[in-house]
């Protein structure tokens, strides 16, 4: 498979997650775990373009695939407009559900950089977050959808 | 400090951000070590039993398997958990409810360590766990706290009595308010068992150097130089041989980093084997063995004069405090009698808590321990009371608040049954500030005539409530700010991060203090043990009043040795260097920036003692709908107003608000830990245990004020990590009464679940034919 661009090949015994396989194996130790039973959302990657959880997938099913973690997302330099929205807004508090979140926002904003608050409010309603309420996460998601459009146009 | 520096107040961009939104935050399952060995814990199936033989041998044969450790190899003497409280001294008979670091003859709850297995990997460590055999005969279990009062079956068999704690509040002769009223409400009221539900899970990873003697556990939060003094004395080690790091933490609410039975057995099996041992909980453990909250049953009368007067509250609150006393588990029997008369001038009260052990899982201290219960008590008797009289709820309020001319107002004393006593005062306020600007923004006249409406099918209801929350706890912290070798700062404190923003609010607050800009600050460096002489942590919203505090004072230090320093290079005193921008100048045009201070080693350190609290307080206002043919409750709009004397981020404060209430409203619709009949926790996972969703609570609005700081601290800022979360139960509740008007629906029980209003529904349909 291929992770954040990356070709990487691994021997795993069939019952490591994608999840462990990612946190310590390659050590990319950006994307969290907090439930394992595919609820929480904090360990969702994205798996050819779409949001998965990565607890709920075996490593050996993603032979072939291209994964992007949120460190995929991120450069040392400047922050993606996705995350400098989250930043302004407020949108982070512990930092534990953001992966999850900054991923799922990203694959819903690359295939619907016009989503409303509904549509934004739906397809993070997988990702639990504890501390924020929720308000400026939707807020920073919200405001990153013209930064998706140009990229789409 | 200096007018172009004023980053408090400012709502700076936090710090944390540039890593936790890149995924390089660490937490303590992101960290290994060389030679890393994995722990996994054998927890109790059974909710009371006698533990009649454990057999471990296949486990320990397993490959892979390193060790498996059960009571009998922990040593001649079980250590157990203490209890921490301020107030009281910890008698010999409340020692006896406290938790052995693992099961020891007998188990009181589903979940409860039995052995723990140490292996190669954590999925060897789990596998193991299926072969060890323990044989356990049942007890009856005592779970829901009327069948522990019974006391027909004891979970303490030295004991008389189930009843672990009582703790009263007085003030003025409550019998005698209730012989001059002339009106009495008694109610009962019930706050279901539900808690924190931090996202990361908890972990820990030990070395142990032997040569050296000296322990190190990452993991550490809230409290670590509490955890250490308390492993240190378990583990037969003096203190400065123990060191607590805090990782990033994904959370704490109260529930994390208390001291757990795994806080003991981690660094036990590390000692042990000599390799570094990590534990990571998974959530079902989290579910049974992370501390549990809120569980209890009050019954509390109100007196009034016809004017409406509040002259007194009496009444007894019934606390399921789970199988044993954790460290904070008179936290919440303590607030619930301290806090019940809110920001009101009730002159006559005698409120007692009764905290009962059961067979279920201990509770401890989550998000305003106490004050949502009791909360949700008071503001739900002041609507009851204001109907019975014919009195608009807003005006019974009025009538009722704390003046200003009467701060500081002292609220009442605390007794118990462990020896000791306390006072405790309000420290500031106009809590008529915060009620109006509340009534005003919410629209609350305009929206006056939708009151009880049926419109769509749906009923329209207000509510309203008032609060106040305690801030500042602990007594004391330390800091100590530093020029580094570059000429930055760095800011060393002994609180702790649980994920509030912690590194930018002090950030912000040194670099004023210091009159320096932000980005000469290397760093903000807080909670682990190695930092500070003796810190203290981060609970009771007190960590930017106590550890802000602290830091103006080291600042201040710091400021003296740089004129000390200079003064004497320039041959002045040191009254006369000025210190602006990072530089200190002298007279006759002389000056040293900090960078030339560099090497000097120049440091200012303090600690701020404090053993006042703060009172942050305000309002909250919702509309509700209610569907009657399902029961849910939807949310038009809930608007939370309070004053916090003094803001240091306004963007931090906020999420802290926005966050608190939402995570209030999962408490008062959503959440709930279910036993059954057998003491069997019906609610492990997350798929069961519902908490607050994206799409959930849209309508959310805050507003933060800074019109009375707290006289108590220099900063003169008020605690305010926990107030949105207070008053969500009994905003909820009072809107949805208003709404079901018609139907004279009283909910008086949480959590207002579909399935909860609709048989109030129901059952009001039944009585009113």
Aim: aromatic share 6%; glycine share 10%; proline share 5%.
């Amino acid at each position: 498979m291929t992770v954040n661009g990356k070709a990487v090949d691994a021997s795993v015994e069939p019952r490591t997650t994608l999840a462990d396989y990612l946190r310590h194996q390659l050590r990319l130790t950006g994307t969290h775990v907090g439930c394992e039973h595919g609820v929480c959302g904090a360990c969702t990657v994205i798996v050819d373009a779409a949001a998965v959880r990565s607890c709920l997938m075996l490593a050996v099913q993603a032979e072939g695939a291209s994964v992007v973690t949120v460190e995929g997302l991120s450069s040392d330099q400047a922050l993606s407009p996705l995350q400098t929205a989250f930043r302004k807004h407020g949108a982070v508090q512990c930092g534990f559900c953001t992966p999850g979140i900054v991923t799922t926002a990203h694959a819903l904003l690359t295939a619907e950089p016009d989503a409303d608050a509904d549509r934004v409010r739906e397809v993070l309603s997988g990702n639990i977050c504890r501390c924020t309420g929720y308000v400026p996460i939707v807020e920073a998601v919200l405001e990153a959808r013209a930064a998706y459009r140009v990229r789409r146009s | 400090m200096s007018a172009r520096n004023s980053y408090v107040g400012s709502p700076v961009d936090r710090i944390e951000d540039l890593r936790f939104l890149r995924g390089r935050g660490e937490y303590v399952d992101d960290i290994t070590r060389d030679g890393l060995l994995h722990m996994a814990v054998l927890r109790s199936s059974v909710a009371h039993g006698r533990i009649k033989a454990i057999d471990t041998a296949a486990a320990k044969a397993r490959p892979g398997v390193h060790a498996v450790f059960i009571a009998a190899d922990i040593g001649p003497v079980m250590p157990k958990i203490p209890l921490r409280t301020f107030h009281f001294k910890v008698t010999p008979e409340t020692e006896r409810y406290l938790q052995p670091v693992i099961a020891l003859g007998k188990v009181r709850y589903v979940g409860e360590p039995i052995a723990i297995v140490i292996a190669d990997s954590a999925a060897l460590a789990e596998d193991a766990l299926e072969d060890i055999a323990v044989d356990i005969e049942p007890l009856p279990p005592r779970a829901e706290t009327p069948a522990a009062q019974r006391d027909d079956v004891l979970l303490f068999e030295d004991t008389p009595t189930n009843l672990a704690a009582t703790v009263t509040c007085l003030r003025g002769d409550a019998d005698r308010g209730f012989r001059e009223a002339e009106y009495t409400r008694r109610e009962k009221f019930s706050i279901q068992r539900h808690t924190a539900i931090t996202m990361e899970l908890r972990g820990l990873l030990t070395e142990w150097d032997a040569a050296q003697g000296k322990m190190t556990v990452s993991g550490a939060a809230k409290l670590p130089f509490f955890s250490r003094r308390v492993l240190a004395k378990m583990m037969g080690l003096a203190e400065e041989s123990v060191v607590m790091i805090e990782n990033d933490v994904g959370g704490g609410f109260g529930v994390r980093g208390e001291f757990y039975p795994e806080d003991f057995l981690v660094p036990f099996a590390a000692r042990q084997l000599g390799r570094p041992v990590k534990w990571i909980e998974d959530r079902r453990e989290h579910m049974l063995a992370t501390n549990h909250a809120r569980e209890v049953e009050c019954e509390v009368e109100i007196a009034c004069r016809r004017d409406g007067k509040i002259l007194a509250l009496r009444g007894f609150a019934y606390v399921n405090a789970g199988a044993y006393l954790r460290p904070s588990g008179l936290g919440a029997p303590h607030n619930v009698t301290q806090m019940m008369a809110g920001p009101y001038n009730i002159p006559h009260l005698n409120l007692v808590s009764k905290t009962y052990v059961t067979n279920k899982s201990p509770a401890g201290t989550y998000r305003a321990p106490g004050r949502f219960e009791s909360n949700f008590v008071c503001e739900r008797l002041v609507d009851l009371a204001a109907q019975d009289l014919g009195i608009d709820p807003v005006e019974m309020r009025r009538r009722n608040l704390v003046l200003e001319s009467e701060m500081p107002y002292e609220i009442g004393q605390f007794t118990s049954d462990t020896p000791g006593s306390h006072k405790e005062c309000y420290d500031s306020g106009d809590y008529s500030i915060t009620l109006d600007l509340c009534l005003k923004e919410f629209g609350w006249a305009e929206k006056q005539h939708i009151q009880g409406k049926l419109i769509d099918g749906r009923y329209h209801g207000l509510g309203i409530a008032c609060f106040i929350e305690g801030g500042a706890g602990g007594f004391k912290e330390d800091a100590r700010v530093v020029i580094e070798p570059d000429g930055s700062v760095s800011v060393f404190v002994g609180c702790s991060a649980l994920g509030q923003g912690l590194e930018t609010a002090f950030a912000q607050i040194a670099a004023d203090a210091l009159e320096i800009p932000m980005t000469a600050i290397k760093g903000v460096y807080h909670g682990s043990t190695t930092l500070v002489r003796e810190g203290v942590g981060s609970w009771h919203s007190r960590a930017t009043v106590m550890g802000g505090s602290a830091i103006i004072l080291a600042a201040t230090n710091l400021k003296d040795a740089i004129r000390k320093h200079v003064a004497e290079r320039f041959g002045c005193t040191a009254t006369e260097i000025e210190i602006s921008d990072g530089i200190a100048k002298a007279p006759g045009g002389r000056s040293v920036t900090f960078s030339e201070l560099a090497g000097q080693r120049l440091a200012g350190e303090a600690t701020f003692h404090n053993h006042l609290h703060t009172y942050t307080y305000g309002t909250h206002c919702a509309h509700v709908t209610v569907d009657p043919k399902t029961g849910h409750v939807g949310i038009v709009d809930y608007l939370a107003v309070q004053d916090v004397g003094r803001i240091i981020n306004p963007k931090t404060l906020r999420g802290q608000s926005i966050g608190s209430m939402v995570q209030g409203l999962g408490g008062t619709f959503l959440e709930h830990l279910v036993y059954d009949e057998h003491g069997q926790l019906l609610t492990g996972s997350l798929a069961d245990y519902l908490m607050p969703t994206a799409s959930d609570y849209p309508n959310i609005r805050s507003i933060e004020l800074e019109m009375k700081p707290s006289p108590v601290n220099p900063l003169g800022a008020k605690g305010a990590g926990e107030s949105g979360i207070i008053s969500a139960p009994s905003v909820m509740a009072n809107a949805v009464a208003a709404a079901l008007s018609s139907l004279k629906v009283q909910p008086n029980e949480l959590p207002l679940s579909p399935q909860r209003v609709w048989g109030l529904i129901q059952a009001a349909r039944q009585k009113n034919q």
